[in-house]
């Protein structure tokens, strides 16, 4: 895989242990590239492959080079806020909820659904503005 754990990861709790990453699996052939340069594993689960990469490379836009420039129409504040909608999405889709035996079944549901609206609509915005992830 061309993702390495990075410090973006690492703070939502993905390191080298995680099972993408984790060097026990180095000479599981599922683990080593083909003659194309494509990993097996990753395509176990290829949204999380590609959540891992898109949510690091968001984070790292929105840390860096963001002040560089802002979609036509918007304001730069209006920009912040839609990459940091992106950025919640792709990490609510790479983080398992830690609490669920905590809350009663109705909260659960509620919990539940407020999260999938949070992804869905980071996830509307990253569509529509997947043009402008430029500097």
């Given at each position: 895989?061309?993702l ?8 939502i709790?993905?390191n080298e242990?995680?099972?993408?990453f984790n060097e ?10 083909d003659?194309?340069?494509?990993v097996d ?6 949204d999380?492959s ?18 560089c ?10 920009w912040?806020e839609?990459?940091d909608?992106m ?26 659904k407020?999260?999938?609206?949070k992804i ?12 402008n992830l430029?500097?």
């Amino acid at each position: 895989m061309i993702l390495k754990p990075n410090r973006f990861l690492k703070e939502i709790g993905i390191n080298e242990d995680y099972w993408l990453f984790n060097e026990e699996n180095k000479d599981d052939l599922r683990y080593i590239p083909d003659e194309e340069g494509f990993v097996d594993a990753e395509h176990f689960s290829l949204d999380t492959s590609l959540s891992l990469y898109i949510y690091s490379q968001l984070c790292y836009f929105r840390e860096y080079p963001i002040k560089c420039g802002t979609p036509i129409g918007l304001t730069h504040e209006k920009w912040v806020e839609i990459v940091d909608a992106m950025i919640e999405a792709f990490k609510l889709m790479l983080v398992e909820d830690t609490n669920p035996q905590t809350r009663s079944k109705k909260e659960q549901y509620y919990f539940s659904k407020n999260r999938r609206k949070k992804i869905n609509y980071g996830l509307r915005l990253f569509i529509k503005y997947f043009n402008n992830l430029w500097y």
